[in-house]
């Protein structure tokens, strides 16, 4: 009823926590389960790599149950929250799935550790840099959607 009130929806993350991480398969049951108008599935690109769930099958598994996303790079081990394109992850796959489900939802960046490593000097520049990351990431998915369109 909160969620219908103050119009939240609630999104729903894959976790890396043992006794809560689920397989693709059951993430979609538990989404099916729910009321699509109050919560979404929200997928984590880097806890899937740690989960060895495979992020680009995850996304074209959960389909249009998917309508959030955490972005960040991992060295497949650790949750580093690293800015995409240093670490693992192929970001390449992970935006050709997004555009094959012609995906719509929310896009986080989820990489502020990459800050850190930045003293005040260059947090500007630091920051500028992980805006031109997402816009990359962005405009890769245009790009596979434009591929996909013209066969």
Do not use: W
């Amino acid at each position: 009823p909160y969620c219908e009130e103050f119009g939240v929806k609630i999104a729903i993350e894959n976790v890396i926590v043992p006794e809560f991480n689920a397989t693709t398969q059951q993430h979609i049951t538990l989404m099916d389960s729910l009321d699509s108008r109050y919560f979404t599935a929200l997928i984590d690109v880097g806890h899937a790599e740690i989960n060895n769930v495979g992020e680009a099958e995850f996304i074209r598994a959960l389909e249009n149950r998917l309508g959030a996303l955490h972005i960040h790079d991992n060295d497949k081990v650790h949750d580093l929250h690293n800015l995409p394109f240093t670490r693992s992850i192929d970001f390449g796959a992970v935006t050709k799935a997004l555009a094959e489900i012609d995906y719509k939802g929310d896009f986080t960046l989820e990489s502020g550790v990459f800050i850190r490593y930045f003293d005040a000097h260059l947090a500007k520049d630091a920051y500028r840099m992980m805006a031109q990351v997402g816009h990359r990431l962005i405009q890769m998915i245009e790009d596979a959607k434009k591929e996909i369109k013209n066969g």
